[in-house]
Nanobody, 116 residues
């Protein structure tokens, strides 16, 4: 059974930090890229950041210089360090994994709320 399990969401004040974690299991094929997407209320899901197995990263312009994506030491894990959080970062954050043969998997999401 394929599972992508996210953790680390919660309530934080503007300017604060959170670290999201995602662990993928049960995927038969090798993972080529993992990433984070988010969906705010009333909006479409959007890219936050991705990282390949080789460490190449890609960020949305809105989070560059504030968020950092990294591969974990454990296989098929990824982290998202979020600093200088803003109210507009409030969303459900979803972990994504793409395999070398282009199979696409999603986690159930973790809620991040930035509010004073």
């Amino acid at each position: 059974q394929v599972q992508l399990v996210e953790s680390g969401g919660g309530l934080v004040q503007p300017g604060g930090s959170l670290r999201l974690s995602c662990a993928a299991s049960g995927i038969r094929f090798s993972i080529y890229r993992m990433g984070w997407y988010r969906q705010a209320p009333g909006k479409e899901r959007e890219l936050v950041a991705t990282i390949t197995i080789g460490g190449s990263t890609n960020y949305a312009d809105s989070v560059k210089d504030r968020f950092t994506i990294s591969n974990g030491n454990a296989k098929n894990t990824v982290y998202l360090q979020m600093d200088s959080l803003k109210p507009e970062d409030t969303a459900v954050y979803y972990c994504n994994a793409i395999t070398s043969n282009n199979l696409n998997y999603w986690g159930k999401g973790t809620l991040v709320t930035v509010s004073s």
